[in-house]
Structures are given as C-alpha cells and as structure tokens.
C-alpha cells in the first residue's frame, strides 16, 4: 500500500517526506488554487519544487478540456521533471488523451473516477493510475469504499496493470477501508495519515514505561 500525500503546500509534503513514508504527491487545480498558486510559470515551477522534495510520483493535472489542448499541455508537464505523472479527467478527450500519453510513454493518473465504467476504460487506455474520489461519493449518500472494493475486484478479474489510487480520502478511517478493498494507493491529507498513529493504549503503555524506568533509574 503506497501512501500519496494530497496536498500542494510544500510545509506539509516536507513533514511527511520527514516521516519516511511517503511514495508520492498528488494536487489538482482546487489545491493549487488554495496555496495561492496562479499563472503558468508559477504552477511549473511549484510542481517542479515539489518533486525535490520526495521521491515519488507528482500528479499534476491538465486544465484543458480538448483533446488537442489536454495532449499539449500533458507533454508539457511530464517535461517537468521526470516524476510527473499526467492527471487526466475521465470524460471522453480525457480517456483518448490517456491513450495518446500512454503509447507516448508518459505516465497518466485518471482523475474523478465515480464509476467502475470510468476506471474500465481508463486501465484499457493504459493510464498508470485511475483515481476514484470516495469521500465525494459518500457526500451523496453513496459509499465510495464499495467503489474501491469493485475496481479492485475488476483489475485483479483482467490483470490490468493500471494501479488503483483512492482520493478523496478525509479522514483515517478511509485509509483502513481503503487498505482492506485492496487499493494500491491512498492519496490522503496528512493529518489523516497521522491519525493511522493514534492509540490509548500506546500513550498509556508508554506513559508507564517511562514511570517504570524512571522509578529504578533516579
Ligand atoms: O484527491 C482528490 C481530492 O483532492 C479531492 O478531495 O476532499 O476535495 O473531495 P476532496
């Protein structure tokens, strides 16, 4: 299970680069917008300082809506860095585009998955990862985990490559979900990520053990 962190705020890609689990970033156009990132150059280059700061994958998403335009600006990002990976709408340019950056050799993430349907055809267009948002699905009363369960089931049936991202994840208890429907990567804020560590009996043991060596050791 690959941990991505879902952010574009480089303090908090840093902290969780820090904590030595991280496999990757992910951002769309809502995030970059929320660190106050605007105009073409700027964007490439935070996609650029975000790849130096981990190790993994960086989705980084087209803004087009046309094929022509969506290919375009998808060969301009993966020129960024090696670590980018192409994020893609899954409308019907977007899953042609996924096609075209694929046998192209550039890596693609399709983005606002909703549907087993969607994710089919982005796996037969090759994209590298498809990205079901969950916790959206649940905001409509639908269960986004059931999603993950389905096209976990759906790519291990055809032995699809394409890996299975769950986004849209908001809080720890997603991340358990995630992992026991068989996601290959949680995309997560990393306050959830920190929560995975939360435990009573941890701080209790501890707390205890401390008092204990302290009592023979003072
Ligand atoms: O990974 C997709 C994510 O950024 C969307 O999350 O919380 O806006 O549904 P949210």
Not at 47 to 58: F, L, P, R, T
Not at 123 to 141: E, N
Request: glycine content about 8%; overall charge negative; hydrophobic content about 40%.
């Amino acid at each position: 299970m690959k941990f991505f962190i879902d952010t574009a705020n480089l303090d908090q890609i840093r902290e969780a680069q820090d904590l030595g689990i991280l496999d990757g970033v992910t951002t769309n156009p809502s995030l970059m917008a929320k660190e106050g990132i605007k105009g073409d150059e700027n964007v490439k280059n935070h996609y650029k300082a975000i790849c130096d700061i981990v190790d993994g994958d960086v989705s980084a998403e087209v803004i087009a809506t046309d094929y022509e335009g969506m290919i375009k600006e998808g060969e301009i990002l993966a020129a960024l860095h090696p670590q980018i990976v192409v994020k893609v709408p899954a409308t019907r340019n977007g899953i042609k585009s996924i096609k075209y950056l694929s046998t192209k050799g550039i890596r693609t993430n399709c983005t606002l998955v909703f549907s087993v349907g969607q994710a089919l055809l982005a796996a037969k267009a090759g994209a590298t990862y498809v990205s079901p948002f969950i916790g959206r699905l649940d905001d409509t009363a639908t269960d986004g985990i059931d999603l993950i369960y389905k096209i976990a089931d759906m790519f291990s049936s055809y032995n699809f490559d394409t890996q299975l991202l769950a986004a849209s994840v908001r809080h720890t208890m997603h991340i358990i979900q995630c992992v026991e429907a068989g996601a290959d990567v949680a995309t997560c804020p990393l306050d959830a990520i920190l929560g995975l560590l939360n435990h009573p009996l941890t701080d209790i043991g501890l707390e205890k053990f401390l008092s204990d060596h302290k009592k023979l050791n003072s």
